[in-house]
Structures are given as structure tokens and as C-alpha cells.
């Protein structure tokens, strides 16, 4: 099967789908694909990731995420929901 390919105009139910099916190890998202699944700007994003807000890494002199780090990251700071 071939590998998934992140690009910035994926739909965000796909990127939903993606990280919650488990992505492999080594896959970081970029900024605009992080952004996109955080529902956030990708300055805002910079930001956070500068503040330590964010979990990210630097791969190459560039800033990436890991899928499974920001899912959960995410679903620590999720309000509300069922119940």
C-alpha cells in the first residue's frame, strides 16, 4: 500500500483519520498541515511551537510534528463532550 502523503489542501477529516489510524514513527507534518489539523494559523502555530505551547521537534532546520504527539495534545486539552 502506499505511503499517505500530507499536503496542505487535505481535507481535515482525512489528517483526523490519518493520525488517529497511528502514523508511522518517523512521519512529521509541517507547519501548514499541523495548523490545518489544530484548526489554527500557521503563525499561530510558530508561536506556540516557540512557547513550548505545542509539542514539536526541528528536522533539517525545519519545525515539524509528530501526528501522535499533537492528537494527544489535543484531546488533553479537548472541553466538554459526551456525558
Given at each position: ?64 510534528f509528530s501526528p501522535s504527539e499533537l492528537a494527544a495534545w ?10
Amino acid at each position: 500500500m502506499g505511503e499517505a502523503r500530507f499536503t496542505s489542501s487535505m481535507p481535515a477529516e482525512r489528517l483526523r483519520s490519518l493520525s488517529e489510524a497511528g502514523a508511522p514513527e518517523d512521519a512529521a507534518w509541517s507547519v501548514s498541515v499541523a495548523a490545518q489539523y489544530l484548526g489554527i494559523s500557521p503563525k499561530t502555530l510558530y508561536k506556540w511551537a516557540a512557547d513550548a505551547t505545542v509539542p514539536s521537534i526541528k528536522l533539517g532546520g525545519r519545525l515539524r510534528f509528530s501526528p501522535s504527539e499533537l492528537a494527544a495534545w489535543r484531546a488533553a486539552r479537548q472541553r466538554g463532550g459526551e456525558g
